[in-house]
């Protein structure tokens, strides 16, 4: 799960200062106001882990990425080449990272990592982005237990120099080799471990970088529109897809799966989970996926809405459940430790809706499977008032523990934007709303009761000329 997470010189943000990610986190923020461009980021970094090129330092995305950032300059910010874009975050692990020193016997241990690195264009005439420097560090209750990083010589572009604190790493015999190139934006080369004697650490580093990167999905805002027929050949997607376009076929796939709601809550099948979710958001009664023939790898989604007896298909009820479909599915689906990466869930859907959607994605954080915590992260863009409105209930009645969420307003009527800690104390309370946060409610009050008096002082005067 990530802890913390910092950005500089990437689109619009200049820095963003260390951000508190918790397990149900939120950016709130006005059309263009950059919170759109952290979940780019996670993305940008998972495409490059994923990518089959492990030389090319960050990945932008092509056609089929979640995200397309395009050149180097039109993603760094104020589009300036000669700025450097670097970036910092922390996460923790469920089991404890142990490393031994092969030639001291010296034990280091611990439960998170905190990673940082900057790129650039590199130096001179330099085209081509390349890594100035990357390092790690092993943390245990907060403190570092060591630190091992690859740092660019200066005036090449692919020559690396491997340096680590608390730890003392020993060289190989014989003659002294420059490290040629690191993997992508976060990876030792296999010449680390070639070159040192008690280096090999450094690639289960790697690993835990990959598979923390693995864990991230996202589902954006714009959800493909339902089917009447939906074919599966019984393979499990690894999610419901970036549009949600496997939603039916992971609803299909986790049929044998049991979701409890929280600790000591009893455990239920997984699509009825979906269909409790559903009406309790109140958009239907029933719902239930069947197969259209035995001899037919096609299924059809049936629905029940409230006040009907008939059961009817998914594309002929409102637009708004197939919108929020692949929401629930995405978040109950997800395997243990997945970071969900959300923007605008609540899209379609009417105010109640969207204060009940609340309510499921403390259910989600909350969830457990075959008696473990699933340990889901929530990081959602969104602009319902009414969501945050819900979890701020929430809290005062500590049905979600304060520390459990974290919430972020990006203020562009300061230059450069900033992205500023919503205060939320124990009570629900936010300490610092932001001036007009979501429209000036009090004003349009003002403004209407204004007009309402003009008006009836307007038709009492016609009145009492018509009288005379």
Not at 238 to 254: D, F, H, K, P, R
Not at 260 to 289: Q, T
Request: hydrophobic letters at 40%; one cysteine or more.
């Amino acid at each position: 799960m990530l802890k913390q997470l910092r950005i500089q010189n990437f689109k619009g943000w200049q820095d963003t200062s260390s951000i508190r990610m918790a397990p149900l986190t939120l950016f709130f923020g006005a059309n263009s106001s950059g919170k759109s461009s952290l979940g780019q980021f996670l993305m940008m970094l998972k495409q490059t882990v994923e990518s089959p090129d492990r030389k090319a330092v960050l990945y932008p995305g092509g056609k089929n990425s979640a995200v397309q950032l395009g050149s180097y300059q039109e993603m760094v910010f104020h589009r300036n080449p000669k700025n450097k874009i670097s970036f910092d975050y922390k996460w923790d692990f469920q089991d404890v990272l142990k490393i031994k020193d092969p030639i001291s016997g010296q034990l280091f241990s611990g439960d998170t990592l905190l990673f940082e690195a900057e790129v650039g264009l590199g130096d001179k005439d330099q085209h081509s982005l390349v890594l100035d420097h990357l390092k790690y560090h092993l943390m245990d209750n907060e403190k570092d237990v060591l630190s091992v990083g690859l740092e660019r010589t200066s005036g090449t572009k692919s020559e690396y120099k491997a340096e680590a604190n608390i730890y003392s790493l020993i060289r190989q015999k014989g003659r002294v080799w420059s490290l040629k190139g690191a993997v992508r934006f976060y990876g030792f080369p296999d010449e680390v471990v070639a070159y040192y004697q008690n280096a090999d650490f450094v690639q289960e580093l790697n690993l835990r970088h990959e598979k923390l990167f693995r864990s991230l999905c996202y589902l954006g805002p714009l959800r493909t529109k339902v089917e009447r027929l939906y074919s599966w050949t019984g393979i499990e997607p690894e999610s419901v897809g970036y549009a949600g376009e496997n939603t039916v076929a992971a609803i299909l796939a986790a049929r044998s799966r049991k979701i409890s709601l929280g600790y000591k809550r009893p455990a239920k099948p997984f699509e009825e989970i979906i269909a409790l979710k559903l009406k309790e958001m109140g958009l239907i009664e029933e719902f239930k996926v069947n197969p259209i023939s035995e001899q037919r790898q096609e299924y059809e989604v049936k629905v029940r809405t409230k006040g009907s007896i008939d059961w009817v298909d998914l594309p002929d009820v409102g637009f708004g459940i197939s919108q929020v479909l692949p929401v629930l599915v995405q978040c109950f689906y997800a395997p243990q430790g997945s970071i969900i990466l959300m923007e605008q869930p609540e899209i379609h859907l009417h105010p109640n809706a969207q204060s009940a959607l609340a309510d499921v994605m403390v259910d989600v954080i909350n969830s457990r499977e075959n008696g473990e915590a699933r340990n889901i992260q929530l990081i959602i863009e969104t602009h319902s008032e009414h969501f945050l409105r819900r979890l701020q209930r929430r809290i005062a009645e500590d049905v979600v523990p304060q520390e459990k969420v974290s919430a972020y307003f990006a203020n562009i009527t300061k230059t450069p934007a900033t992205l500023e800690p919503l205060q939320l104390d124990i009570f629900g309370n936010i300490r610092n709303w932001p001036e007009n946060f979501f429209g000036d409610e009090m004003g349009d009050i003002t403004e209407q009761a204004k007009a309402a008096m003009k008006k009836r002082i307007s038709q009492s005067t016609s009145d009492l000329e018509i009288s005379k």
